[in-house]
């Protein structure tokens, strides 16, 4: 049995998905968080189409059955008519935690007026975080350089296992004695 923390790396795109182009979004959650975790880790990946039902699945697998207990997905969170990574996030998790996309919205805004277009968000399903990420494999660190801050305690107020960042590259915080 492992015994680094297996983290769900799930990309939605009908393109890559289908082979259309080479998927650049995995790879580049898998890079940063390289940069970003300071404990052992390994990545448990999916593609899926732009399909609730498929998003779903994936996101149940991969809290329930691998027992990641982060979930970090990219795609599918703007307003076309195919993007449906929120509502399939939405209903799989129990707890909503909106701070998140409010906080990457925020700070996405400041290199692209169309940030306002991500609907992304994030939530608690058991023990696992999911947070959405947009699909524009550059979006990938300017978000989770963000939101990778508060992510180890939110996964300690979760019940997960204890998760250090690099310091060289991200600082957790974590109220004293926690
Ligand atoms: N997984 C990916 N790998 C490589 N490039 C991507 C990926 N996802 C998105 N992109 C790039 O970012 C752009 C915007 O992403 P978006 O999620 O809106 O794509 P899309 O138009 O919904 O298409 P698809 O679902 O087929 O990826 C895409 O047109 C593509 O150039
Ligand atoms: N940081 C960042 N956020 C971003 C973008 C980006 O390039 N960088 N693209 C925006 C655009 S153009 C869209 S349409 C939405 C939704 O993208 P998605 O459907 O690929 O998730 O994310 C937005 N958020």
Known sequence: MSTTVPIGVVTVSDRASRGIYE??????????LTELFGSPWHPVARVVADEQALIERALVQLADEDLCPLILTTG?????????????TEAVCEKMMPGFGELMRAVSLKVVPTAILSRQTAGIRGGSLIVNLPGKPSSIRECLDAVMPAIPYCIDLIGGPRLETNPAHCIAFRPKGA
Request: proline share 13%; glycine share 22%.
């Open 23 to 32: 998927d650049k979004g995995g790879p580049g959650i898998v890079a940063a």
């Open 76 to 88: 599918g969170t703007g307003p076309a008519l195919r993007d449906v990574t929120p509502e399939a």
